[in-house]
């Protein structure tokens, strides 16, 4: 499936979860049968759900402490 208006990363890759699961319980981003991308715990039955899964990226620095500032003057603005 190509889609030339959907930017990809070359870097991210989805992990075929039929040759290499997630350990039991962690916390991953899995790609549905239906292909939608969702958060998902892993569990003896998602095999039946997913078809891939990926770990979640990493979030520079500089966004996590915008988006906190972001956070803290909402709250502010609460009071």
Do not use: N
Not at 3 to 18: C, G, N, S
Not at 53 to 58: G, R, T
Not at 70 to 79: G, K, M, W
Request: hydrophobic share 40%.
């Amino acid at each position: 499936m190509s889609d030339p208006t959907r930017p990809t990363a070359k870097t991210v890759e989805l992990i075929d979860a039929h040759v290499s699961p997630p350990a039991m319980g962690q916390t991953v981003l899995g790609l549905t049968i239906g292909g939608i991308l969702v958060q998902a715990a892993w569990q003896s039955h998602s095999i039946s759900t997913f078809d891939a899964w990926m770990p979640f990226p990493k979030v520079p620095e500089a966004v996590r402490k915008r988006q906190l500032a972001r956070f803290q003057h909402d709250i502010l603005q609460e009071s």
